[in-house]
């Protein structure tokens, strides 16, 4: 079976572009919104991620929406905990596709990390 990880240096989620997550006002709170909002550089990449080491540079004080948790997940999309393993799987599959390709380094890193 698989089970998710979050990948280190890979960065998929820190890509913020709000045209791409057109849902965001469903299940984000009107502060977080404006948080998110405000962490969106003008190339859709989180201010707070380190482009050049592909790391958060606010990782131990991330906010709650950058945070794969039960509670987190329950809360904003309805997620049970045991969805949680599939759904943010999914998620990352989807995420990491669309900024870097099906093929590429970083979706082989997370398939192997996972156990696909």
Known sequence: MATWQCVKQCGACC??????????????TP??????????????????????????TIYADRPRFCRVQVETFEDMFGI????????AIDCCHQHIES???DRS????????????
């Not at 890509?15 to 984000?28: A, F, Q, S």
């Not at 404006?34 to 958060?56: A, H, I, K, P």
């Not at 380094?105 to 696909?116: H, K, M, P």
């Open 99 to 101: 900024i870097y390709g």
């Open 80 to 87: 049970e905990a045991e969805e949680l393993n599939d759904f």
């Open 15 to 28: 890509h913020l572009d709000p045209t791409e997550r057109p849902e965001l006002e469903e299940y984000l």
């Open 31 to 56: 502060e977080e919104l404006g948080l998110y909002l405000s962490m969106v550089g003008e190339d859709g990449w989180c201010v707070n991620f380190d482009q050049e080491t592909r790391e958060c």
């Open 105 to 116: 380094l970083e979706q082989i890193r997370f398939n192997q990390a996972v156990g696909f």
